[in-house]
């Protein structure tokens, strides 16, 4: 996750962080810092009071600028090198006031100053570095100007050491400034990427809630369709059962019927018990959608049940003032299918076809065999239904919608269905449609 730091950005953070190191820096003084009077009124008896005066003025005057500055957003290194200098100039006045017994005392005092400052104080080096040099400057002009005793004893009273602590704090301020801006970055980045995380987080819950819209809406549209082929599928059963007992007395009568009367018969007859079948098998949508769908497998002519739909589907493309034109072949080719399906697969694509197609039309039914394949062509010249609506169609329950009102518009569920069994039996459906008209394949394996 890339994330662009803007330079004022981080500044203004910066800023706010110093500000917090400073304000524990000047509460720090605040408190501690007239607690240092009880030396003085050890070590320094004569001057204690003037000296906790002094305190308490500094502090006052550090308390009085602080509130200033702090209110008017002020740079926070104007209040420390007041500070620093306003602690250093009292210390390096008292380390030339006192005797010298009491030296090595206000020298660790002094040292202990320098050492809090340049310890908690965040800002550029250079500062540290100004301000020790001008304590070491006012140490230098007090001793000059006050002090009663020689520079050696001086030095060996606790000046050495406290030369040696001012010039080695001097390097703290570099570290804990690079390391409070590294921090502050971090800072800076932490909180950006959780911004982002929370607008991901944000944008997914939508889209989560958008996904349980349109799964509750597909459950609906789910249980509508389910509901659809229920009631379609028992009405279909009704219908089915009076068409085969009015064929059955039909058959009764049979002596006194023609034979094409006959034929008709037994044809309505092997056709009502296939539509039986199918229905007992597209009843339950659950098992059509099922990669487990069950066949019942058989060894069987599939030239023959080709032309046995087609048939039964002249006279329907007469209605229509179609011709179908028979290039199937006569010679048997043998297959191991369910026999009913794969006779609803041409079924129910011929009829579509049929369907879909404007008058005075031709309609070609091929079949032949190709490297061991047994293919079933329906070859349509007239005008394209389009490639947009086929592929609708071969969709479950999409509606066929033209607005050109030349063909029909129907569910899809029958040529879907068609599709769905080729796949499930091992077979492959392809369909096209351009300029040059609607054209239909399917395949299945032939056995030796």
């Given at each position: ?37 009880i ?34 957003n002020?740079?926070y ?24 017994q ?29 301000e ?73 819950s ?29 009405d ?35 056709s ?92 070609k ?56 069994m080729t ?26």
């Amino acid at each position: 996750m890339f994330i662009q730091i803007d330079k004022e950005e981080f500044l203004k953070e910066l800023g706010k962080k110093a500000w917090f190191q400073t304000h524990n820096i000047i509460w720090t003084i605040f408190f501690l810092y007239p607690l240092f009077s009880i030396v003085d009124f050890i070590y320094a008896k004569d001057i204690w009071m003037q000296v906790f005066i002094a305190r308490l003025i500094i502090i006052l005057l550090l308390y009085i600028l602080y509130n200033y500055l702090h209110t008017k957003n002020y740079n926070y290194r104007i209040l420390m090198h007041v500070a620093f200098f306003s602690l250093s100039g009292l210390s390096a006045l008292l380390c030339t006031l006192v005797n010298a017994q009491s030296l090595f005392i206000y020298f660790t005092e002094f040292s202990i100053v320098i050492l809090f400052f340049n310890l908690q104080v965040f800002w550029e080096p250079v500062h540290s570095l100004i301000e020790t040099l001008i304590a070491v400057l006012l140490l230098a002009i007090f001793f000059d100007l006050f002090c009663d005793y020689s520079i050696d004893i001086f030095v060996t009273n606790g000046a050495q050491y406290f030369f040696t602590i001012a010039l080695i704090s001097c390097l703290v301020p570099n570290t804990r400034h690079k390391v409070i801006q590294r921090e502050v970055h971090q800072q800076i980045q932490i909180e950006k990427s959780n911004e982002q995380l929370k607008k991901q987080n944000h944008d997914i819950s939508e889209k989560n809630h958008i996904i349980d819209m349109q799964y509750e809406r597909l459950r609906k549209l789910d249980e509508q369709k389910n509901s659809f082929i229920n009631i379609a599928g028992h009405d279909l059963k009704n219908l089915i059962g009076s068409i085969i007992m009015s064929n059955n007395m039909l058959k009764e009568e049979e002596d006194r019927l023609s034979p094409d009367q006959k034929e008709f018969v037994g044809y309505i007859g092997q056709s009502a018990e296939k539509m039986q079948y199918m229905l007992s098998k597209l009843m339950d949508v659950k098992e059509i959608e099922s990669p487990e769908m069950k066949f019942t497998m058989e060894v069987f002519d599939i030239n023959a049940e080709v032309q046995h739909v087609y048939r039964g589907l002249i006279e329907t493309a007469q209605m229509k003032n179609i011709h179908l034109v028979d290039n199937i072949l006569k010679l048997p080719l043998y297959v191991k299918l369910d026999k009913v399906f794969t006779g609803q697969i041409f079924q129910n694509l011929l009829s579509n076809i049929i369907k879909f197609s404007q008058t005075n039309n031709s309609i070609k039914v091929v079949t032949s065999l190709q490297r061991q394949h047994f293919v079933f062509e329906i070859v349509d010249e007239g005008i394209a239904i389009g490639q947009d609506e086929l592929d609708m169609m071969f969709n479950k329950l999409k509606t066929l919608n033209d607005a050109s009102g030349h063909i029909e518009s129907r569910l899809g569920l029958g040529l879907s269905i068609a599709k769905l069994m080729t796949q499930e039996m091992g077979g492959e459906l392809t369909y096209r449609s351009d300029e040059n008209g609607n054209y239909f394949r399917v395949e299945f394996n032939v056995i030796n």
